[in-house]
């Protein structure tokens, strides 16, 4: 499926959402295990983001064709826990439509309740997933509700990462939920491009240059014809025959198999390691990422033991800390840009404490033999 398109949003400044239900409350009682290997995002965190994404796409469906319902759903959702009884029959007496109701297998795999007969109809089903989607990114997340959800998903992020980074989950849970399924659906839907480039995607669709071959698309290598083969399960018909093969998927950080100078040398010379989480059911989950100190992100090495002056942050972290290459927005004191003044400062600290211990050799101008502030 081609990622959503971002919504189209007329302001200069969007201010960021402010979570209903993940309270700093929430979030201080489901980070104090953190490190045990106990917690669960299935079970003990998504049931809070779920709710609160879906707080306000009803509030925005509700808001100009059922006054009466949106007065109701304010006054009754937010005492129901998400997926509880009480809470399936508000939804069901609200939104009678199911089609209308937020449904989080339907975000994740669109197509899997769908049958196709042949590429053909499958291409048409596309391009109609496409123009809605598109229509959705016109409105805009206050008059959209698909849009709104997708907007709330971004901002809830942070809160997100809070509970879960720096060990704050299961290994198992970090590896199932996070890694084979939250970060891509959150990217899905909440990260895509712009409004106009899913219009070319559109247009080079109607026009033959791209094929879409459906979903779980499955390749093979031909090796006598030297062709690769590739369709996809649900697409009834012939595989499709291509002499080219680009993997375009961006990878996954992982230390282990990084070939970057930098990187090799320090783990080959234990100056580093991948990052760890523990699991209190299991043996725990070796991720990819650098590990490093949860506050100062100093470079841990084989040993455990942080290093005074190595530093890393953003991506090579991922998995220490969840979502590290989304860059940072406007007004809303981006934890990545903290974190980088943190790391300015711990930088500039061991560089003052080094001029202020080391003799200045003679000749030097007078104003560097003074101690440094």
């Given at each position: ?100 109701r937020w449904n989080w297998e339907a975000l994740d795999r669109p197509a899997d309740r769908r049958e196709f007969t042949d590429s053909a109809d499958y291409r ?87 094929q879409l071959l459906g979903p779980r698309m499955r390749m093979t290598a031909d090796e006598e014809s030297g062709a690769f083969l590739v369709g996809s399960p ?122 202020a211990g080391t003799a200045v050799p003679a000749g030097r101008d007078a104003e560097l033999t003074a101690p440094v502030r």
């Amino acid at each position: 499926m081609p990622y959503r398109a971002r919504a189209e949003i007329r302001q200069e400044i969007v201010p960021r959402y402010r979570a209903t239900f993940l309270s700093a409350d929430e979030i201080a009682r489901l980070r104090s295990p953190a490190g045990t290997g106990r917690t669960d995002f299935l079970r003990d965190l998504f049931p809070l983001v779920a709710k609160e994404v879906a707080w306000n796409y009803y509030k925005v469906l509700l808001q100009t064709d059922d006054p009466t319902g949106h007065a109701r759903l304010l006054a009754e959702y937010p005492r129901h826990a998400w997926g509880s009884p009480g809470m399936e029959a508000l939804l069901s007496d609200l939104v009678p439509d199911p089609e209308l109701r937020w449904n989080w297998e339907a975000l994740d795999r669109p197509a899997d309740r769908r049958e196709f007969t042949d590429s053909a109809d499958y291409r048409a089903w596309i391009l109609g997933v496409l123009d809605e989607d598109l229509r959705h990114s016109d409105l805009g997340p206050a008059v959209s509700a698909v849009k709104a959800a997708a907007a709330v998903m971004r901002d809830l992020r942070d809160e997100v990462r809070q509970v879960i980074s720096h060990r704050g989950l299961s290994g198992a849970s970090y590896r199932d939920h996070i890694d084979h399924w939250f970060s891509g659906l959150n990217n899905y839907a909440a990260s895509g491009p712009p409004a106009t480039r899913v219009r070319e995607l559109r247009a080079l669709v109607e026009a033959g240059v791209v094929q879409l071959l459906g979903p779980r698309m499955r390749m093979t290598a031909d090796e006598e014809s030297g062709a690769f083969l590739v369709g996809s399960p649900q697409v009834p018909g012939p595989p499709l025959r291509v002499t080219a093969l680009v993997e375009a998927h961006l990878p996954t950080t992982d230390v282990r198999r990084a070939t970057d100078p930098l990187l090799a040398s320090l783990r080959s010379a234990g100056g580093c390691r991948a990052h760890f989480i523990p699991d209190a059911a299991g043996p725990g989950y070796e991720t990819g990422g650098l590990d490093v100190t949860d506050v100062t992100f100093q470079l841990i090495d084989a040993r455990g033991v942080p290093h005074p002056a190595r530093f890393s942050y953003g991506p090579p972290v991922e998995s220490v800390q969840w979502v590290t290459a989304i860059g940072a927005r406007p007004h809303v004191n981006s934890r990545t840009l903290l974190q980088g003044d943190s790391i300015a400062r711990s930088c500039l600290k061991q560089g003052m404490s080094r001029l202020a211990g080391t003799a200045v050799p003679a000749g030097r101008d007078a104003e560097l033999t003074a101690p440094v502030r």
